[in-house]
């Protein structure tokens, strides 16, 4: 009977440690620096410097875009057209990434957002860490 409590108590306390989905939205929009990739608890790949980062804006209205810019030693991005349509919805507790590109349709889900770090996990159980991007401006 005591194990049951004390194993309640822990399930409480993890439960109420986790960032809630609302809380994340402020977070999300920015440039944002992958810094590694991992599965089933093993990192697969880290990133010591990136060519690519990744932008998000985020609307009142929950709605948004993803692109991919490529910073400029100046301190600038190159960017292209193409962006990411997608809408932000509150799955429980859970914050989700819906994404619509061209007939593809596919879900990501936000495990932690702050201003140190973006954690995203995709549908196949893939988890990409990423840091914020810090400029590199050398006055060229």
């Not at 998000?56 to 993803?66: A, K, N, P, Q, W």
């Not at 301190?75 to 507790?93: E, R, Y």
């Amino acid at each position: 009977m005591i194990g049951k409590k004390i194993l309640l108590v822990f399930i409480l306390t993890v439960l109420s440690c986790r960032q809630s989905a609302e809380s994340m939205i402020p977070y999300l929009e920015g440039y944002w620096e992958i810094s590694h990739v991992e599965k089933k608890g093993k990192v697969i790949k880290e990133f010591t410097m990136n060519t690519q980062v990744d932008y998000f804006e985020v609307h009142d209205d929950l709605s948004g875009f993803r692109k991919k810019v490529n910073p400029t030693l100046e301190g600038k991005f190159i960017v292209s057209k193409h962006q990411t349509p997608f809408a932000l919805k509150m799955i429980g507790n859970d914050l989700q990434i819906h994404y619509s590109d061209n007939d593809i349709s596919y879900v990501e889900t936000i495990l932690k957002v702050n201003a140190e770090t973006l954690i995203i996990k995709n549908e196949d159980g893939i988890i990409y860490t990423y840091t914020p991007f810090e400029s590199l401006d050398l006055k060229l």
